[in-house]
């Protein structure tokens, strides 16, 4: 293969995976909507900035490639400056770092404690599965689910159990290995119906 057409095709595979990962996060930033599983999201993102640093290698005689570079070291000096919290929420949400559980529900629901953010504790997503996408349709943080136990918090879940679905609602165990957590949810708003300990 000619240099000329390895170039080419590099660019066009970049062109690709950088359509590919603006599409994925509009999609989750207005609507919820990411490739299916945790870890195609993550495995995108670093492949398309694996390539990134392709691209500036094989065309560093050109402006835009030392633009792309310039960029991409200014993004992550001004993450680091305000205390280094956009650089921690970056590191944790690109790789398996800020995942602490991933359940399989079934096979029409999946289940993850996640944490981004060095400033606010762990919050429980449920994510209804599409095919090659799936929506989250719950967030819920420690402080929608505090009742008479505050010690039973999102973050020490061991386990989340699969329950039962009915038309409109779901419903879950947190699993601590002591006090556990039932929670019921509705399906088409995500707020959460009851919370019942057991």
Request: proline share 4%.
């Amino acid at each position: 293969m000619s240099p000329n057409k390895k170039s080419t095709l590099v660019l066009r595979v970049y062109l690709i995976l950088s359509l590919l990962l603006a599409l994925d996060c509009l999609l989750y930033y207005f609507k919820f909507i990411s490739l299916t599983g945790y870890y195609s999201d993550v495995v995108l993102y670093w492949l398309w900035f694996v390539t990134s640093f392709v691209v500036i290698v094989m065309f560093w005689k050109k402006l835009m490639a030392k633009l792309l570079l310039t960029g991409i070291i200014l993004t992550i000096v001004l993450s680091i400056l305000p205390m280094m919290i956009p650089f921690y929420a970056w590191i944790l949400s690109t790789t398996s770092l800020g995942l602490l559980i991933d359940k399989n529900l079934n096979e029409n629901y999946r289940a993850q404690i996640v944490g981004y953010s060095v400033m606010a504790p762990p919050w429980l997503e449920v994510i209804e599965k599409h095919g090659l996408l799936e929506k989250r349709i719950l967030k819920s943080t420690d402080y929608q689910l505090m009742n008479d136990d505050t010690n039973a918090k999102i973050r020490f879940a061991k386990d989340i159990i699969f329950r039962n679905e009915t038309d409109s609602t779901l419903t879950l165990t947190l699993f601590y290995g002591g006090p556990n957590k039932t929670i019921t949810l509705d399906k088409t708003t995500g707020n959460i119906i009851a919370i019942k300990p057991n």
